[in-house]
């Protein structure tokens, strides 16, 4: 254990920094290692977007695109069952003003429970943002709302 003086505080670190950063590290690799979802949270079949089975690393983030490797959606058997939405394919962005458009299936499954993604995917910024930051095309209407 390391005590430092710095601007007239006693501070303690060394083993706190290190255990911190072997934990984060445990809770990447866990997160990484465990199996893709079949079902949500609220016991709902889910596939990849495009269909079939999310690979087990669905979550890793292209470099060069920034976008995940595969997305959750329904299954069309859960997305028969209703939309409590209009289906829409774009949403704009409010930081940037740029409009990103999406897949029939994340649509479709956007449609049918509009809290089932808490962020939304920038093309222009090529990166994930929380919902709020989007509003559908054309609307005022936050998505997710």
Same mark, same amino acid.
């Given at each position: 254990?390391?005590?430092?003086?710095?601007?007239?505080?006693?501070? =303690?670190?060394?083993?706190?920094?290190?255990?911190?950063?072997? !934990?984060?590290?445990?809770?990447?690799?866990?997160?990484?290692?465990?199996?893709?979802?079949?079902?949500?949270?609220?016991?709902?079949?889910?596939?990849?977007?495009?269909?079939?089975?999310? $690979?087990?690393?669905?979550?890793?983030?292209?470099?060069?695109?920034?976008?995940?490797?595969?997305?959750?959606?329904?299954?069309?058997?859960?997305? &028969?069952?209703?939309?409590?939405? $209009?289906?829409?394919?774009?949403?704009?962005?409010? =930081?940037?003003?740029?409009?990103?458009?999406?897949?029939?299936?994340? &649509?479709?499954?956007?449609?049918?429970?509009?809290?089932?993604?808490?962020?939304?995917?920038?093309?222009?910024?090529?990166?994930?943002? $929380?919902?709020?930051?989007?509003?559908?095309?054309?609307?005022?209407?936050? !998505?997710?709302?």
């Amino acid at each position: 254990m390391k005590w430092t003086k710095q601007a007239g505080l006693t501070r =303690r670190f060394a083993v706190a920094g290190a255990m911190g950063a072997m !934990v984060a590290g445990f809770g990447r690799r866990a997160m990484a290692e465990q199996p893709a979802p079949t079902t949500d949270r609220q016991g709902r079949k889910v596939e990849a977007s495009g269909g079939g089975k999310l $690979p087990d690393d669905y979550r890793k983030i292209d470099p060069d695109t920034g976008e995940q490797k595969a997305y959750v959606v329904l299954t069309p058997e859960e997305r &028969a069952k209703g939309f409590v939405r $209009p289906v829409r394919t774009a949403y704009t962005h409010l =930081r940037c003003g740029y409009t990103t458009s999406m897949s029939k299936d994340i &649509a479709e499954t956007f449609a049918a429970d509009p809290k089932f993604y808490s962020t939304g995917y920038c093309s222009h910024c090529r990166t994930f943002f $929380p919902l709020t930051e989007f509003v559908w095309a054309g609307t005022n209407d936050v !998505v997710g709302s």
